[in-house]
């Protein structure tokens, strides 16, 4: 629902993404309608399997829109978004469904100015440290990765 909301900005943060398709839908159609819309990951996770499983929802964000960001440092732990310039929510919670439908996961939500000023300032900072996923090389890398990808999708609701 917060995306769908967004009016200029989203930026979501998280060291493991399996998303659920109302979630990649809602990234999709905001990223669609001109929302400038950010995903920040580790460019490698503490998984390889996850990493696959991860990246293989790249290829129809990245078409519709959607900006990834690997993150190319260390591991990248932090797990928060950002909506616009009030809403942020910062917790323990992936942006996995594991963490949606099994986790006791905490999450808080702010809706302050400043807060979000500051959590813009740091995802800037990843930003500027990370590799961002162009789409054309997406559709053009090598077939065996694309296997791989395809086949950890389907274990992603597990991880």
């Known amino acids: 629902a917060l995306l769908y909301h967004a009016r200029r900005r989203a930026t979501l943060v998280t060291p493991y993404f399996i998303p659920s398709d109302p979630l990649v839908m809602a990234l999709r159609a905001t990223a669609q309608r001109g929302v400038d819309v950010n995903l920040i990951v580790s460019a490698e996770t503490d998984s390889r399997l996850v990493d696959f499983a991860q ?67 740091v995802e800037e900072d990843y930003r500027a440290v990370s590799r961002q996923c162009d789409a054309e090389a997406w559709r053009h890398r090598p077939l065996p990765e694309k296997l791989l990808q395809n086949m950890a999708r389907l274990v992603g609701p597990l991880l």
């Open 55 to 121: 990246s293989s929802y790249f290829g129809g964000l990245l078409e519709a829109g959607v900006r990834i960001h690997l993150y190319e440092r260390e591991f990248l732990h932090a797990k928060h978004v950002s909506v616009d310039d009030t809403l942020t929510l910062i917790g323990s919670s992936n942006i996995d469904m594991r963490s949606f439908e099994l986790n006791s996961e905490v999450v808080m939500v702010g809706y302050d100015e400043r807060l979000n000023a500051r959590l813009q300032e």
